[in-house]
């Protein structure tokens, strides 16, 4: 059974950091690709940044230089790094799972595995 559990989220005041986590259990790939989503109020889910098995990432073009994936060795743990907070970065962030990354940046189809997503919220 997949599993895929986020924690780390909460309210910031703008400028302010965050460290997201999410542990993955139970993944059919023995190579795979993580991605962060996130989803605001009344808006699409968007792709932030994904990382492959390799460590290749890749970022969607307002987080960029603000914000960092990556993963453990053991690939159980991915991370978000969060820098630089604006109130518009507010949203419920999703980890994903699927079986590579194709799309710059992560696109929600390509993403099979879902967790239930921890909430970011930036005040100004």
């Known amino acids: 059974q997949v599993q895929l559990v986020e924690s780390g989220g909460g309210s910031v005041q703008a400028g302010g950091s965050l460290r997201l986590s999410c542990v993955a259990s139970g993944l059919p790939y023995s190579r795979y690709c993580m991605g962060w989503f996130r989803q605001g109020p009344g808006q699409e889910r968007e792709g932030v940044a994904s990382?492959?098995?390799?460590?290749?990432?890749s970022y969607t073009d307002s987080v960029k230089g603000r914000f960092t994936i990556s993963q453990d060795s053991a690939k159980v743990t991915l991370w978000l790094h969060m820098n630089s907070l604006k109130p518009e970065d507010t949203a419920m962030y999703y980890c994903?799972?699927?079986?590579?990354?194709?799309?710059?940046?992560?696109?929600?189809?390509?993403?099979?595995?879902w967790g239930q997503g921890t909430q970011v919220t930036v005040s100004s």
């Open positions: 990382i492959d098995s390799a460590g290749t990432t």
């Open positions: 994903a799972a699927g079986p590579w990354c194709v799309g710059v940046p992560p696109r929600r189809d390509d993403f099979g595995y």
